[in-house]
Nanobody, 118 residues
């Protein structure tokens, strides 16, 4: 069974930076696409960024130029470098491991809270 554990969340002032990590169990990490999603209070979960197993990335417009997603297949770890943080980035951030086109391969972590103060 795949397990995803996020870390690196916390409280930061606007304009600051944080780096989130997602440690994945199992060899499935290297063959799956990975992604970061977030859910703010009272809002639906939304895509932040995704990265394929070959390293192609995709970002939400709201974070382009500020956030960078990356993965280390050897360490089974996904990262999200977040710079120039804004109060509207406040949310619980979730890691996802999935196989595009195969709904049976879809795993989520429990999330890590990021709070950006103004």
């Amino acid at each position: 069974q795949v397990q995803l554990v996020e870390s690196g969340g916390g409280l930061v002032q606007a304009g600051g930076s944080l780096r989130l990590s997602c440690a994945a169990s199992g060899s499935i990490f290297s063959v799956n696409a990975m992604g970061w999603y977030r859910q703010a209070p009272g809002k639906q979960r939304e895509l932040v960024a995704t990265i394929t197993r070959s390293g192609s990335t995709n970002y939400a417009d709201s974070v382009k130029g500020r956030f960078t997603i990356s993965r280390d297949n050897a360490k089974n770890t996904l990262y999200l470098q977040m710079n120039s943080l804004k109060p509207e980035d406040t949310a619980v951030y979730y890691c996802r491991s999935y196989s595009p086109g195969n709904s049976l391969v879809n795993y989520w972590g429990k999330g890590t809270l990021v709070t950006v103060s103004s």
